[in-house]
């Protein structure tokens, strides 16, 4: 019946679903066919993950009994439990059950207690055929399974429990454990059953309750370790049929339903409340209470229950039942004690459910414990009674089945389940705060999305609806003003919405609108799907708006301008005509229905734009988006292919006039020399001209040479004619390099004749080009055969039939195109000029410049002029010889035109250079040492600007030190001899001066100032001021003493007296004069000598000063001028050192 309904509302819904949209059949077809799929792939997904579930538990307990150490009796138990487990999980994968769907419970307890008959007589429902109902009669020997319609029950054999573990002898339980871990990692158990035996509490004395207890204890504590959960603690109390009374308390109990409710107590506090002991008692004395309440009822019948038997025996057993129950009280809250209390500080403590009584069986004889202690007996040996039913049981049912099973979900891995649900609750609210924020969010970003997607296009299809003029939307390229004459209008500007686009910008990004399906949110999808034709709308409009901006525009005006006759033929003519038979071809071949095969059958938009497009550019490029747009808007194959009809300009010869006028503009243009051809011509013409002036001048250059008149006249008439050859050199090989550029030239040497044959052959292949990209125009793309059985296209056959002529008239135009005259004469100046020297890669003309070039540097000394000769005097003039040897051997291996005359102007060169070259070089090293040493560096250091300092003294000790082998040369050319004594004597006067006054590192050499002694004050002063008389111009005469820094001295002295030491790139302190013999604080007069370098200045300054000692003592009057009278006063400059006259300084 389900199936059937389900199937009715499908079918009602696709009926209503066609009704929007046959598409929206499918689309809905499709998401059921997923979510079919996916429903099927989680199904198989789930049963294939139970299989290996239950796979890898059954392997987990394999290997658990087959590594159960050495003791055989262990593996046997373990063997026996894994046949169990194995026939159990069979029998449930058998009948499609699932055992990890079922809650799990561990019961134990002492040996003995109970457990097993506890379980079978629980009445809680075995299926069939799991296990054997006979199982753990007679004791449990190790584990048994007991799979119920609610949980398992995994009984464990008290022995594991009680008795002592041999060492490995637990083994298998911790092994179990770690298996229900990993197996069940969220919930390895749901709750633990604790059976404690009436008998225990009622026989056991304190001690061996605290010992079962105990062990109880650290078995409870090693399963939370290895599970590392916390789980619920059911304490059932069995054997309650031996408790005094108990029998006869409810002997009358026949209905099932009261006789399986439970007795006992549940733990009223939340699970993380610790255990409190004290309720043990209460909760005991209120079950006393109700079983007193029960006992008052009780009495009032006065009926016997046994057939025979006496009402006041039996009431006197019953009556003490309440009793019986409260004495158990105190063995019993140490039971829990133990178990509970000590096990709180533990990480996962176990919390108590409750504490129930029961009964499986009627057994045994009951236990009077005051009688046995009234008669002082062993309580095991006093006599049984009477007779009961045996199979019978009590308050066991409804414990497993509304107690137990259903607090299933109590097993936690938090010690406070306070904190986890709390936890648990900010998660919950958490995951609702975000789901609520994540809808909102949707909400919005699908708002945000359509209005993006859908309303931020609307002012690109507005703008696209009012930019029409006519059948055009603003054109890329417009008319001007003169016929013939068009302009590019990509860049004008439209206004979309608020922004600002050029024409190109505009198709661009309308195309990319376009190309893209109109993104819908996800919420709106499903609408989108059922509405047909959006996106190809949006597509064909875009085409549209393309073809009328762009395409229609460009292919106009190209037609246009091949209509003009006034514009001619250019580069450009070929491939517009070509263009034009190319679309003409498309269309013939989608006319026939036959589609373009390759890339090369199809118009590439880069080609068409360069064609339509580039020539109204200038000097821009075509911008690439509109090369885009084009091949991604317009598809030359598949359906609505490009072009389309509408652009189609004729199919005949006649009928097409912009084909027909192209093709006789280039016939006229294959009849005649283009403009840019002549350009070619007229620059190898020019470069003739420039060869022809260069001789010219290069013969006044041997005639200067070889017509020698005087030396003077000569190397002036040589240089200048030499610069004028120069100048026209320079001239031939700048037209040369451009008349290299020019398209079609040789790659090598090439001559005048070469030159004029390779302009005539790139003119003539061009005009072949164009002539065969036309013709490779005329053929229909597609499929050969296809087309051989359509009707051939008429243009094309009319085009094909005109080329006959074509070849002819290209080579009889350039044979045309330059005079006899100009080429006869080509070939003499070729071998005069342009031709390759014998045995080199320079043409004659510059192999003979290269060689007057050499001769004439050397013979004014022009070699390296960037290199200054100082220092390298020997080394070049050595060289110099060797370049003219050099030079002469070249001009002697030219065997070209001008041979005679050129060999009689190289050896008349050479012979002057050998001669003159020397003494040039030589006047030039003077000018250098000129320069250097006195106009650059300013020596002697006074005439540097604030003196020289110490670093530039120590590069210039360098210098001269480098110079100082220039003025003792060996050998010198016997006509350069007397130049160089003049020059040698003036390079060893500028050494020994900077030897003299400096050290090498730029520092002063030391120098002696003395006061002179009387004899030679009266020697230099006379010979200073001759005719004054000595007395009255000696300034000793007046001033008794002097001082010069910290030393004073007499004036008169007879001998030179020493002031003081200084070096001679130091200043020197003021010299003070003082009237009497002793010196006072304030001075008579003084007389200073500014700047560094003193003791120099005082010698090219002072008049007067006399050398001696051949110049390692000067004697300088110093001018002492007071208000009465200009006397004098000499000091005396002693230098370690000769330093050399003053006429020899530089």
């Keep these: 019946m389900r199936i059937v309904l389900v199937v009715l509302i499908l079918a009602i819904l696709l009926l209503a679903v066609a009704f929007v949209d046959i598409r929206a059949v499918w689309f809905f077809l499709a998401i059921l066919l997923v979510v079919g799929l996916l429903v099927g792939v989680y199904y198989l997904f789930k049963q294939w993950k139970k299989k290996r579930a239950g796979q890898a538990f059954s392997k987990g307990l394999d290997r658990t009994s087959r590594n159960t150490g050495g003791d055989r009796s262990q593996r046997a138990r373990m063997a026996d439990m894994h046949e169990v487990v194995g026939k159990g999980l069979k029998a449930f994968a058998d009948a499609g059950k699932d055992v990890y769907s079922l809650p799990w419970y561990i019961v134990c307890g002492e040996p003995g207690s109970g457990k097993t008959e506890t379980i079978r007589h629980s009445g809680v429902g075995f299926p069939p055929g799991l296990h054997d109902e006979m199982q753990g009669v007679g004791g449990t020997i190790n584990m048994h399974w007991w799979f119920t319609n609610h949980a398992v029950l995994l009984d464990i054999a008290g022995k594991i429990l009680f008795n002592e573990a041999q060492q490995g002898g637990s083994s298998e339980w911790v092994e179990f454990l770690n298996l229900l871990k990993t197996h069940r990692k969220n919930c390895p158990i749901n709750g633990l059953l604790l059976v404690i035996p009436a008998d225990s509490l009622l026989r ?169 202690a009234a008669l002082g007996i062993p309580i095991d040996h ?216 390759g890339l090369e059958q199809k118009i590439d938009p880069e080609y068409f734009f360069r064609v339509t497009l580039q020539p109204w550019l200038k000097n821009d490029t075509v911008p690439h988006e509109l ?30 006039q912009p084909v027909s006028q192209g093709w006789a503009a280039f016939l006229t243009a294959v009849r005649g020399v283009r403009k840019d051809q002549q350009a070619g011509l007229d620059m190898i013409r020019n470069t003739r001209v420039a060869v022809e002036s260069h001789l010219t001048r290069e013969n006044a250059f041997m005639r200067s040479v070889r017509d020698r008149v005087d030396d003077a006249q000569w190397q002036r008439g040589v240089d200048s004619a030499f610069e004028a050859m120069s100048a026209s050199r320079s001239t031939v090989d700048e037209m040369l390099n451009r008349t290299a550029a020019l398209d079609g030239m040789p790659s090598s040497l090439f001559t005048l004749k070469t030159a004029y044959q390779a302009m005539f052959e790139r003119a003539k292949e061009r005009s072949k080009n164009a002539a065969r990209a036309i013709a490779a ?49 080509i070939p003499k100046l070729d071998m005069e000029a342009t031709v390759p020297a014998a045995g080199t890669s320079d043409r004659v003309f510059a192999y003979r410049f290269d060689v007057f070039k050499d001769t004439v540097t050397e013979l004014f000394a022009r070699t390296d002029s960037a ?212 010196t006072k604080p304030k001075t008579d007069t003084r007389v200073s000598v500014t700047g560094t370098w003193a003791p120099l200045r005082l010698i090219a300054q002072e008049k007067g000063c006399v050398r001696l000692d051949g110049g390692r003592t000067w004697l300088c009057p110093i001018e002492v001028v007071t208000a009465e009278a200009k006397t004098y006063f000499v000091l005396s400059l002693q230098f370690e050192q000769a330093v050399p006259a003053l006429d020899q300084w530089p």
């Design 627 to 656: 090369v885009r747009v084009f091949e991604r808007t317009l598809p030359q194959t598949g359906r609505n292919p490009w072009p389309e009809p509408w652009l189609s300009a004729g199919t005949t010869f006649d009928e097409n």
């Design 777 to 825: 125009a005329c053929v229909v793309p597609g499929d050969a055969e296809k087309n051989a059985e359509q009707p051939e296209l008429e243009l094309f056959v009319d085009i094909n039939r005109r080329f006959a002529d074509v070849d002819k008239a290209i080579d009889e135009a350039y044979q045309q195109a330059l005079p006899a005259r100009e080429m006869n004469a």
């Design 204 to 372: 056991d004395n304190p001690d061996e309750i605290q010992k079962k207890a105990g062990r109880i204890v650290r078995h409870l504590e090693q399963m939370q370790k290895v599970l590392d959960v916390r789980f619920p603690v059911f304490v059932i109390v069995t054997k309650c049929d031996l408790i005094y009374g108990f029998r006869e308390f409810f002997a009358n109990v026949d209905n099932p339903r009261l006789q399986q409710q439970m007795l006992g107590w549940s733990n009223p506090d939340p699970l993380d409340v610790p255990f409190r002991s004290d309720l043990v008692s209460s909760f005991l004395d209120s079950v006393a209470a109700r079983l007193r309440r029960r006992r008052l009822l009780l009495m009032r019948d006065p009926v016997a229950v046994t057939p025979g038997g006496r009402r006041l025996d039996e009431a006197d057993s019953f009556f003490d039942f309440p009793t019986s129950v409260s004495a158990m009280a105190p063995r019993l809250k140490e039971y829990l004690d133990i178990l509970f209390v000590s096990g709180e500080w533990t990480q996962k403590p176990l919390f108590l459910r409750g504490v129930y009584f029961t009964s499986a069986l009627i057994e045994g004889k009951a236990l009077d414990v005051e009688l046995a």
């Design 382 to 597: 006093l006599p049984e009674q009477k007779t009961w039913d045996r199979n019978r049981s009590f308050f066991l049912r409804d414990l497993f089945l509304h107690k137990v099973f259903c607090e299933k979900g109590l097993v936690t891995g938090a010690s406070n389940t306070r904190t986890i649900l709390r936890r648990r609750y900010a998660i919950l609210g958490g995951v609702a705060a975000i789901g609520l924020a994540l809808v909102t969010l949707v909400s919005w970003m699908g708002q945000s999305a359509l209005k993006h997607s859908v309303i931020s296009e609307l002012p690109y299809w507005k703008a696209g609806a009012e930019g029409w003029s006519g059948d055009r939307w603003h054109p890329v390229v417009v008319s001007g003003k003169t016929p013939g004459s068009w302009s590019y209008a990509g860049r004008d500007s439209i206004m979309v919405g608020q922004r600002k686009l050029t024409v190109v910008d505009f198709q661009s990004e309308l195309e990319k609108l376009a190309s893209r399906n109109l993104p819908v949110p996800l919420v709106y999808r499903p609408i989108k799907y059922m509405v047909a034709g959006t996106d190809d709308l949006r597509r064909k409009a875009q085409r549209v708006i393309f073809e009328r901006g762009v395409v229609e525009p460009l292919v106009t005006a190209t037609r246009a301008f091949m209509l003009d006759q006034r514009l001619g033929w250019d580069d450009v003519s070929a491939d517009r005509v070509a263009l034009m038979l190319r679309i003409e071809g498309l269309l013939h071949c989608h006319r026939n229905q036959n589609q373009p095969k």
């Design 867 to 1078: 290199t200054p000769l100082l220092g390298r005097l020997g080394v070049s003039l050595t060289a110099q010889q060797s370049s003219l040897g050099r030079t002469g051997t070249r001009g002697l291996k030219y065997e070209g035109e001008f041979r005679q005359e050129f060999s009689v102007t190289v050896q008349t060169l050479i012979a002057k250079a050998t001669e003159d070259g020397p003494v040039n070089m030589i006047e030039r090293y003077s000018r250098e040492l000129e320069q250097t040493v006195v106009n650059k560096t300013g020596f002697p250091v006074i005439r540097a600007a604030g003196g020289m300092k110490e670093a530039q003294m120590r590069e210039f000790y360098a210098l001269v030190e480098g110079i100082a082998g220039d003025g003792k040369l060996d050998t010198m050319p016997p006509s350069a001899k007397t130049a160089y004594a003049k020059l040698a004597g003036r390079i060893n006067h500028v050494v020994d001066l900077v030897r003299a006054v400096a050290l090498p590192t730029g520092q002063g050499v030391s120098v002696k100032i003395s006061a002179a002694s009387l004899a030679d004050q009266r020697k230099v002063i006379e010979k200073l001021v001759p005719g004054m008389a000595f007395a009255e111009v000696f300034a000793g005469n007046r001033f008794r003493s002097i001082r010069m820094g910290e030393k004073a001295v007499r004036t008169q002295g007879a001998n030179a007296t020493e002031i003081l030491t200084v070096s001679a790139s130091d200043a020197l302190p003021a010299l003070e004069f003082f009237v009497g013999a002793e």
